[in-house]
């Protein structure tokens, strides 16, 4: 079956650092990956996606590579700011499922 | 204008009692999805409805029923409450058969068990 894993936190930076979020897949045929955020208190909300291998998904300064070679789409920033403070998820569609199968999150906190 | 809207957003109830969760969406979607989050955060995939249709049920005990009156709405009914079943619910939308396109969330409803 499908599964998704990523680095557990807490991943505690301060502001303006350099973040990686790693993510690995497993999942049969090319499925689409996502990431999710949560801020404190609300639901989940489309970070990026990219739905074929070399795909680059970018949005709000953040970015992930589908890397099929690797089954990875590690979720990096050049510089954080404190708003990033949340928990991402990294997420999979397809391989014959059609619901979302989520890693366990990782909870990032950034300190000014 | 809320996309997918559930209802309520907190539910506090004992054990053994009945509850239901309601869920909407505005985007014309033909699937929608149930998912639960526990307390570590982990979230699993309950229940994806298609037409009216059941797809998946992800080993969920029978106590958890979804009940889709029509492709805006998929409710969720809980019968018999457990102290296990407090986590938050989300529900989903997404147009359906397009692996590529995102699921878009409701915010959540947290419900708790006393």
């Known amino acids: 079956g499908n599964s998704v894993t990523q680095m557990e936190g807490p991943v505690t930076l301060s502001e303006e650092a350099f973040l990686t979020i790693n993510c690995t897949y497993t999942?049969?045929?090319?499925?689409?990956l996502f990431w999710y955020v949560q801020y404190p208190g609300e639901g989940l909300q489309l970070l990026l996606k990219a739905t074929k291998a070399d795909d680059k998904g970018s949005n709000k300064g953040f970015e992930a590579t589908y890397r099929k070679e690797t089954t990875s789409f590690h979720l990096e920033k050049g510089s954080v700011q404190v708003s990033d403070s949340a928990v991402y998820f990294c997420a999979l569609r397809g391989g014959g499922a059609d619901g979302l199968t989520f890693g366990k999150g990782t909870h990032l906190i950034i300190q000014p | 204008d809320t996309a997918v809207s559930q209802t309520p957003k907190y539910l506090v109830t004992q054990m053994g009692n009945d509850k239901s969760i309601k869920c909407e969406q505005n985007?014309?979607?033909?699937?929608m999805y149930w998912y639960k989050q526990d307390s570590k955060k982990f979230l699993k995939i309950m229940f994806s409805y298609n037409n009216k249709e059941l797809i998946i049920n992800e080993t969920v005990p029978n106590r958890f029923s979804p009940k889709s009156p029509d492709k805006a709405h998929l409710n969720l009914h809980i019968n018999s409450l457990e102290l296990g079943d407090s986590a938050v619910y989300f529900c989903?939308?997404?147009?359906?058969?397009?692996?590529?396109?995102?699921?878009?969330f409701g915010d959540g409803t947290r419900l708790s068990i006393l």
């Open positions: 989903a939308s997404s147009p359906p058969g397009r692996a590529n396109q995102p699921q878009h």
């Open positions: 985007l014309g979607h033909d699937t």
């Open positions: 999942a049969t045929g090319y499925p689409s």
